[in-house]
T-cell receptor
Framework: GAVVSQHPSWVICKSGTSVKIECRSL??????MFWYRQFPKQSLMLMAT?????????EQGVEKDKFLINHASLTLSTLTVTSAHPEDSSFYIC????????????FGSGTRLTVV | KNEVEQSPQNLTAQEGEFITINCSYS?????LHWLQQHPGGGIVSLFM???GKKKHGRLIATINIQEKHSSLHITASHPRDSAVYIC????????????FGAGTILRVKS
């Protein structure tokens, strides 16, 4: 089945630094990837839709200069949290659709970011 | 805008019990996912449904398009089934974005 590999699974960084999270579709081409954020005991919140070869579409209230998304190839999308602050600490997860599998979504394993 | 509601929010069951989690949505959809999230955070797609019923092992998912309702059933529940179960719908007309229910926290006791 379709697999999305997400790295790192967890990261601790200092305030003011930037952190990059990668999502790769391993056995299919993902023209679109979705980036979510999840706060404790809450459901997933869509941050942005990443489209290969074009600019990401951000949801209302999400700072595009804070959360940089790059989708440079059909198998790789990255989310960079710039100038991280403790309030950016959260669980970030990506998903992608493989159109060849009847529109099913596959999720990455998630990244737990802690900013100290 | 689609609203997705799940019930119950929390569910505690004894090992071996039959479990049902319900999901209702407000507008027509292209398909619905049932997702499982374990405490570590990773999310697994259990089923994707656009009509009828699907079965995988002890898990059964059904959807009634006319009534805008889906159910996830777990037969012979086991402690390892303890997780958060989330239903999520998507509609191609809305850019394929998933709309998530709030999730059902299931705990199966041995």
């Amino acid at each position: 089945g379709a697999v999305v590999s997400q790295h790192p699974s967890w990261v601790i960084c200092k305030s003011g630094t930037s952190v990059k999270i990668e999502c790769r579709s391993l056995d299919f081409q993902a023209t679109t990837m979705f980036w979510y954020r999840q706060f404790p005991k809450q459901s997933l919140m869509l941050m942005a839709t990443s489209n290969e070869g074009s600019k990401a579409t951000y949801e209302q209230g999400v700072e595009k200069d804070k959360f940089l998304i790059n989708h440079a190839s059909l198998t790789l999308s990255t989310l960079t949290v710039t100038s991280a602050h403790p309030e950016d600490s959260s669980f970030y997860i990506c998903s992608a659709r493989d159109g060849g599998l009847d529109y099913g979504y596959t999720f990455g394993s998630g990244t737990r970011l802690t900013v100290v | 805008k689609n609203e997705v509601e799940q019930s119950p929010q929390n569910l505690t069951a004894q090992e071996g019990e039959f479990i049902t989690i319900n999901c209702s949505y407000s507008v027509g959809i292209s398909a619905l996912h049932w997702l499982q999230q374990h405490p570590g955070g990773g999310i697994v797609s259990l089923f994707m449904l656009s009509s009828g019923k699907k079965k995988h092992g002890r898990l059964i998912a059904t959807i009634n398009i006319q009534e805008k309702h889906s159910s996830l059933h777990i037969t012979a529940s086991h402690p390892r089934d303890s997780a958060v179960y989330i239903c999520a719908t998507f509609t191609m007309e809305y850019g394929n974005k998933l709309v998530f229910g709030a999730g059902t926290i299931l705990r199966v006791k041995s």
